[in-house]
């Protein structure tokens, strides 16, 4: 299916002159195994041969191109010795020196009496001056055709640097002309040139400048990546939304009962964010709709009115979570709120087994059972819905795509979708991982919910941190204490929860509860159940509490080795505290010295509270690809677009992507056609089979 036209730039590197089996397979590891992959792997330096020199004058440990004539070879006496050749010029003598050299290459290369070009480092050794192993050799006609001026690029082990280079030299001789696919108006208006030229002057930088990502070339090439994944987005977006869904208008009955339940109103941010659910529910359109949300700013709440609108309109409703831990938090939650409203909630997950997952999927088939909360093991085959309405996700990034479409094809006619997450992500990385998703947010806390205050403090003052948990004990105070590993381990300085539960059982006795994600399912509830009942005050914790857990009476939370968790992970830790209108405290434990970027990361932390702010941060210093993990959360990994720099060119990306579906639904128009190409060329040819599939 793919165009003809790009056949040239998919062939396997092993087609090309000079690469064998050995460094084909060296390359394809490091770029891929297509000439296509080439074109992608950018140049990471220069090597400036301009500067020429005499040997007299050749600066030390500096890069020059030399005039040499080649006097003397001087093999090593033996295999180990370097082999010696002796050049000159009119002011001097320099060894070029070359271990393990091959004896007839460095004749042929570097024969006696005849005059050659060669650049590299000038050193010295027992005062003389020295090349060892050059970075070229030419002779007088190869030095005028040769750039003054070649790029660099990064390699991997036994792939020659000259053999990458030359390899992506002649693929991008490959690349032909190819049909224009940006609007004309936008490519004037940022006057950019045509993909072709942009691509060579990718590869022929002429100075360090041309390495900036902020470059008119490299912005049209980054443009040109972000528009194909875009496109590819809102035609999966136009396909689903083809497959017409059905108005889903409750009468508010059962909602109106489950409010009057509930011990607090909701926020204006909840509100908003229902109108926009709602709203969509109501259309014959399909819902696919991503719900953000801060940590404990009441997203499950939201999710439980919405399904409440699918269930009046005689429909049931499913709640997929990643963790067994997080869907009983859920269940423990909705299942009051259900049975105020009456409306019945059951619970599935890999732990129910024998009569009692009988019976809950019998009730389910039938009807009776109107809301199934459970973990993936919602998608397995024995689960059938009588009438499944709307499938809501629970951190999406924790589930592949297939999963989400496994639930939502659970339904007799399509399903509403709504997707939360409780990870804040960056305006640009949400259209980039979920430009296929209409978005909402909710940007407040609970009312009566305290601010949380935050504290960095090192590890050498650990005995004041454990004397006040101690007067908090005193207090009656539940307090969580996260360490970054299960056990002990000798090749990392980091205090293991095994180890911090032994040293606080010796000082606080049976107040002590353990939970890690290596523990059975039924120790970890009765760990929680302990502390959440109040038998125990401290819960010695890996990060397997980072979702899921809600102990409103949970005051204060220790983290150990905060210097070794990302921003946004402990941002989710901290919010396990200030759950209810209690003052809370989290205190951060790092080691000292701190680096640069992990004092950046508490700073942010103790000063903000707001975690899209913090969710900004960790783009800045984390970089977009390490921020959600781009095998999880589903962003495509760029190769010519760089989120940070290239950030303001999403929005318009999207725009554009979203018009183009709006007035060419079928890529027929003559643009259309080239944005087939361009979808091709950057393998989102699932995007070009959804077209033809209808």
């Known amino acids: 299916m793919r165009p003809q036209i790009l056949f040239p730039l998919f062939a396997d590197v092993a087609t090309l002159s000079g690469i064998g089996p050995r460094f084909a397979k060296l390359i394809g590891k490091l770029a891929g195994p297509r000439l296509v992959d080439l074109l992608w792997h950018k140049p990471v330096s220069i090597n400036d041969w301009r500067a020429q020199s005499t040997i007299r004058d050749a600066p030390w440990d500096t890069i020059v191109t030399l005039k040499l004539t080649i006097v003397e070879h001087k093999p090593g006496r033996v295999a180990s010795h370097p082999y010696k050749i002796r050049g000159s010029d009119e002011t001097g003598f320099i060894d070029l020196v070359f271990f393990r050299g091959h004896k007839d290459y460095l004749k042929n290369a570097l024969p006696i009496g005849e005059t050659r070009y060669v650049s590299g480092k000038v050193e010295r050794f027992e005062n003389r001056p020295q090349i060892t192993h050059p970075d070229r050799i030419l002779d007088e006609k190869g030095f005028a055709a040769a750039p003054a001026i070649e790029p660099v690029y990064g390699g991997t082990e036994g792939l020659p640097p000259r053999t990458l280079t030359r390899t992506v030299t002649q693929s991008v001789a490959k690349a032909m002309p190819l049909p224009e696919w940006q609007d004309a108006a936008w490519l004037k208006k940022q006057g950019w040139s045509d993909w072709l030229t942009a691509l060579k002057r990718l590869h022929a930088p ?41 108005s889903l208008k409750g009468d508010g009955k059962p909602r109106a009962t489950a409010l009057k339940a509930l011990k607090f109103t909701l926020t204006k941010s909840q509100d908003k964010a229902l109108a926009e659910i709602f709203t969509d529910m109501a259309s014959t359109d399909r819902m696919l709709r991503l719900l953000q949300g801060d940590v404990g700013a009441g997203k499950t709440l939201v999710a439980f009115f919405a399904m409440l609108n699918a269930i009046e309109c005689g429909k049931q409703a499913a709640l997929m979570a990643p963790t067994e831990v997080l869907a009983r938090q859920h269940f423990a939650v909705l299942k009051p709120l259900g049975e105020a409203a009456g409306v019945s909630v059951a619970l599935l997950t890999g732990r129910e087994r024998g009569k009692e997952r009988d019976a809950t999927l019998e009730r389910l088939a039938s009807g009776d059972l109107k809301i199934l909360i459970g973990t993936h093991a919602l998608i ?228 903000t509270e707001d975690g899209f702010k913090i969710a900004e941060e960790d783009l800045r210093l984390r970089g977009a690809g390490e921020l959600l993990g781009q095998r999880q959360s589903g962003l495509p990994g760029f190769r010519l677009a760089d989120l940070e720099v290239h950030s303001d060119l999403i929005q318009p990306a999207s725009d554009d992507a979203r018009l183009i579906v709006a007035r060419d639904p079928d890529l027929q128009t003559p643009r259309g056609e080239a944005l087939r190409v361009l979808l091709y060329l950057f393998e989102q040819d699932d995007a070009v089979k959804t077209i033809k599939s209808g």
């Open 206 to 246: 002429e100075s360090l400048a041309d390495l900036d990502p902020t470059t008119p070339f490299r912005r049209r090439l980054a443009f040109d990546e972000m528009l194909a994944s875009q496109l590819a987005l809102a035609l999966a977006r136009a396909r689903m939304r083809k497959t017409k869904g059905r």
């Open 380 to 607: 397995s085959e024995t689960v059938i819905f009588n009438d499944l309405a709307l499938a809501v996700v629970d951190e999406q990034h924790r589930f592949g795509v297939h999963q989400r479409l496994a639930l939502s094809g659970k339904g007799n006619t399509p399903v509403d979708i709504l997707v939360m997450t409780a990870t804040p992500i960056p305006r640009t990385l949400a259209l980039t991982a979920y430009g296929d998703m209409d978005m909402s947010r909710i940007t407040e806390k609970p009312a009566g919910r305290k601010p949380i205050a935050t504290r960095a403090i090192p590890l050498t003052r650990l005995d004041e941190v454990i004397e006040g948990v101690e007067r908090a004990l005193s207090r009656d105070e539940r307090v969580f204490w996260v360490c970054p590993l299960v056990e002990e381990n000798e090749d990392l300085d980091l205090t293991a929860a095994e180890e911090r539960f032994d040293v606080l059982r010796a000082t606080f006795g049976d107040r002590v509860r353990l939970i890690h994600g290596r523990m059975k399912p039924a120790e970890k509830d009765a760990a929680i159940g302990d502390f959440r009942a109040g038998r125990a005050n401290i819960l010695v914790a890996t990060t397997v509490i980072e979702v899921g857990v809600d102990v409103p009476d949970a005051t204060i939370i220790v983290i150990e080795h905060a210097e070794r968790f990302g921003l946004a992970q402990l941002h989710q830790l901290r919010g396990r505290v200030g759950r209810s209108d209690k003052a809370s405290t989290c205190v951060l434990l790092y080691q000292a010295p701190l680096g640069e970027t992990a004092r950046a990361r508490l700073d942010c932390l103790r000063t």
